[in-house]
């Protein structure tokens, strides 16, 4: 949606604590985090300007306001990173005006040959929406014993926020979930698509959902580790590689490879392959 932008610089401004920006908090405060008239201030923008950006009624402001707003705001790396996303999302919006695109379900022939290609490494292909559109053979034994490919059309956002045995199988189950929805969050398209996933998610899983979607938190890096307690292996330690397709409504290609060799010894085991053969072992 178009208000994205300004949804975002509220949610971190109500994330700010006086205190850590030198005001005093006050025993009559009533606002979450900064008032609206105090990040004005700070980054020395007019309250009516501030105002335009948090309704959506100005979406593309300046790289030398947006840096103000970062720096008043103590954003991180990531939150910076992802801000300036979205103001250049708006900004290409408002060049190439038009219906949005509807979720894509279809993947391309090359892809699925790459899947089988990484026989050895568990893979799947993801759309913006966090369907499971496709998946090699390692991924299907890794994957299918934890519940993540029940049904006829699997979903890994949905997965993670409503089945109760994601939470047993993710060590860093909150994490993981806050990237779930950080995900939807920057993958809007401006259909209805998502905000109507989002809506069903909001019914089904109540305020463990709508609190991080209001939250609004950052997306995950396109690399890292991720534990998962395997029912049939026990403990592994993931490697994960994110690679994007820019042609193709951001479905996304997400490789694991084993952390260390524990992990490698255990996907061994699923994969029903004798120790020693070649594998990657990250760091």
């Known amino acids: 949606m178009d208000g994205e932008l300004g949804a975002f610089l509220r949610s971190r401004r109500e994330a700010v604590q006086p205190a850590q920006v030198g005001l005093a908090t006050g025993v009559r405060r009533r606002t979450p985090g900064l008032r609206r008239a105090e990040l004005a201030t700070i980054a020395q923008v007019s309250v009516e300007y501030l105002t335009r950006l948090e309704q959506g009624r100005d979406t593309r402001p300046s790289p030398e306001i947006l840096a103000a707003l970062a720096d008043a705001l103590l954003l991180d790396d990531a939150d910076r990173e992802h801000l300036r996303q979205l103001a250049a999302a708006n900004h290409s919006r408002g060049l190439c005006p038009g219906e949005r695109p509807a979720v894509s379900r279809g993947v391309r022939p090359t892809v699925r040959a790459v899947l089988d290609a990484l026989r050895d490494s568990p893979a799947y292909v ?75 998610l909001a019914r089904t899983v109540g305020v463990p959902f709508t609190q991080r979607w209001q939250r609004r938190p950052v997306a995950a890096p396109v690399t890292g580790v991720r534990g998962l307690r395997h029912p049939e292996v026990g403990l592994l330690r993931l490697t994960y590689e994110t690679l994007e397709f820019a042609d193709s409504d951001h479905q996304r290609l997400i490789v694991h490879l084993p952390a260390d060799a524990a992990t490698a010894a255990g996907l061994d085991r699923l994969q029903g392959r004798l120790p020693g053969h070649l594998r990657s072992v990250a760091g």
Not at 129 to 157: K, M, Q, S, T, Y
Not at 159 to 173: M, P, Q
């Open 126 to 200: 993801l759309n913006r929406l966090g369907d499971v559109l496709a998946w090699n053979d390692a991924f299907d034994r890794l994957a299918r014993p934890l519940g993540l490919l029940d049904g006829h059309r699997p979903n890994l956002v949905w997965f993670v926020l409503t089945d109760e045995r994601a939470r047993d199988h993710f060590s860093d189950w909150a994490r993981l979930a806050d990237h779930q929805v950080a995900e939807l969050h920057r993958l809007r398209q401006g259909d209805r698509a998502t905000d109507d996933f989002a809506e069903r």
